[in-house]
């Protein structure tokens, strides 16, 4: 292994230095405050490791509760997520998930919500989305802002009304006016200083933390003065003049401090000029590695005075408690299957039909890897395929029993948790999303059998949480397409009671077939692909193959309704 990419070991590192007490469950990559034993609200944030000190550097008194760290420029996994909600509190705490927006911590953290809701008990968990990113205009809704440094100063808010008692949805409703009225607003930008020539060159607007392309590079930049008088412009577009403005000036890693002090010297008069400025800071806050760059992050605290309070508030005491290290119990994660009752779930009335049903289009999915690989390659990394074949993999070796299937809204949860931890990538989380809020439509005290009407419930469920998570609907060139094409198929009452012939199901095979083919001449809105698009308009562009995830989905529903074309089935056997 690579002991320099080991988040592990920088973890332990970070241990006997962090200034306030904590324990780190070092097999799951999770900071935990070590002195939070109140009833207060746990504030919970992480994402990728390499943006030290973010998020580990922020768990203490007025900050963090916990911090989870995902590999190099990587979200953390669900599993991790609810190890981190496990450790920080009890089901009847209430928790702050603190998110930076980005697609797979955005599907991450939601999914381990909806976990830890559904299946654990948890009753009182909200997500807080920071996008504090202007420098890209025109963002597509579907995708919105990039989150970047602005996120430290919301944990630093929120953590402190945590830290004075403020119940969670005073938190909640308080940071979210601060985001959604574009109060909190950043800019970055990179690059490469030669002090021989005193000019700087590759000057590139937008740039993302994680190394994602500027709104503009290739200026005609050579000098801070420019950049400066630049970003103030862009600031003077998205705040009120004269707003009252903590100003923060982030490293991201890279940048020498005598450069830091020289755009400082550029920036904060052009700055002053137009603003209140009325709070300085200025260090390494959150970083993107190595990168030499800075980011500019202004929060207009106008009418909200208050916060100057909590931005000022340390996270050092002086504790007898000693930072610990230890093992995450594994074993709760076994326990998720046993949370579920099985008794207040409806009945399969053939299990073994769903067990070849479930065979049929896993085995469907793995025949089409290398056709899903050649798709993704177009606009992803071309490993969709891979991904879910190792994701599909997994399940026909996990779930080898009929009577796995015998309640289904247990089997769809269990179907979620291995997925989001077995198959990787956006495809194991939207699709742990999708399954997980299926589940949902199978509760019934009587234990009654389950009717065509419950899957159509569950279908519809899957494709209002894959909406909610993603930001995508019809159209958007996602996995919903085909899905949101298959409900609207059975919304004809008659479809929706019995199928009425070999017909009907031969109509929504070519009906799914045709809406997965459709999205080759759309432009994608959502997920990683919307990203990689240059500007562009809204007019039909066509590629040379329709998305991968659509395709998936035509692929496996068709294994499922193969079982059914040479059966006799009533409303009974067929669900």
Not at 246 to 251: D, I, S
Not at 275 to 284: D, L, Y
Not at 332 to 356: H, M, T, W, Y
């Amino acid at each position: 292994m690579n002991s320099l990419c080991s988040i592990h070991r920088s973890l332990r590192g970070f241990l006997p230095t962090h200034s306030a007490p904590v324990t780190l469950f070092h097999n799951v990559q999770v900071v935990v405050r070590a002195d939070d034993h109140g009833g207060r609200v746990k504030v919970i944030s992480g994402g990728g490791s390499g943006h030290e000190p973010a998020h580990a550097g922020y768990v203490g008194p007025n900050h963090l509760t916990t911090a989870i760290a995902g590999e190099i420029f990587a979200s953390p996994s669900v599993q991790q997520i609810l190890a981190g909600i496990l450790a920080s509190g009890q089901r009847d705490d209430a928790f702050l998930l603190l998110v930076n927006n980005y697609t797979g911590d955005r599907l991450n953290f939601s999914l381990a919500r909806d976990i830890a809701m559904n299946s654990l008990g948890f009753s009182r968990i909200e997500i807080l989305m920071v996008a504090d990113d202007v420098a890209i205009e025109n963002v597509q809704e579907s995708v919105g802002r990039r989150g970047l440094a602005g996120c430290v100063l919301m944990i630093k808010i929120a953590g402190a009304m945590a830290e004075d008692g403020k119940n969670l949805q005073e938190i909640h409703s308080y940071c979210s006016e601060i985001s959604r009225e574009n109060h909190l607003v950043t800019i970055g930008f990179t690059f490469r200083s030669n002090l021989k020539s005193g000019e700087i060159t590759s000057v590139e607007i937008g740039k993302g933390i994680h190394g994602e392309p500027g709104a503009s590079r290739n200026t005609n930049f050579a000098n801070f003065e420019d950049i400066a008088q630049h970003l103030v412009e862009k600031f003077r577009n998205a705040l009120p003049g004269k707003s009252k403005i903590v100003l923060m000036l982030n490293n991201l890693g890279g940048t020498s401090q005598h450069l830091m002090n020289v755009f400082q010297y550029n920036l904060i008069p052009r700055i002053s000029a137009h603003f209140e400025v009325v709070r300085i800071v200025s260090g390494t806050f959150m970083t993107s590695l190595d990168q030499e760059g800075i980011s500019v992050t202004l929060l207009n605290i106008s009418g909200r005075e208050e916060i100057l309070n909590y931005l000022s508030r340390g996270i050092s005491i002086d504790s007898h408690i000693k930072s610990t290290l230890k093992d995450f119990d594994l074993f709760a994660f076994n326990q998720l299957s046993a949370s579920c009752n099985v008794q207040e779930q409806k009945i399969q009335g053939d299990p073994d039909l769903l067990f070849r049903i479930f065979k049929s289009a896993c085995n469907d999915l793995l025949a089409e890897c290398n056709v899903l690989n050649e798709m993704d390659s177009e606009l992803g990394d071309g490993d969709t395929g891979t991904t879910i074949s190792q994701g599909v993999t997994h399940l026909l070796e996990r779930f080898t029993n009929p009577e796995d299937f015998r309640h289904p809204g247990h089997f769809l949860a269990q179907l979620s948790w291995e997925l989001s931890g077995q198959m990787g990538g956006s495809s194991g989380a939207l699709y742990g999303i999708f399954f997980q809020a299926a589940s949902t439509a199978f509760t019934f005290p009587n234990a009654s059998l389950v009717k065509l009407q419950d899957w159509l419930e569950a279908l519809h469920r899957g494709n209002e949480a894959l909406k909610a998570a993603a930001r995508a609907k019809s159209g958007d060139r996602t996995m919903l397409d085909p899905l949101l094409a298959i409900e609207e198929f059975f919304k004809n009452p008659l479809l929706a009671l019995q199928w009425q012939s070999l017909q009907d199901v031969m109509t929504l095979v070519s009906l799914v077939a045709k809406s997965a083919a459709n999205t080759q001449n759309m432009i994608p809105k959502a997920g990683r692909a919307a990203y990689t698009m240059e500007n562009t308009t809204d007019s039909v562009k066509s590629f040379k193959y329709p998305d991968p995830g659509a395709h998936a989905v035509s692929i496996w529903f068709q294994g499922i309704l193969k079982c059914f074309r040479n059966t006799r089935y009533d409303d009974h056997v067929i669900l």
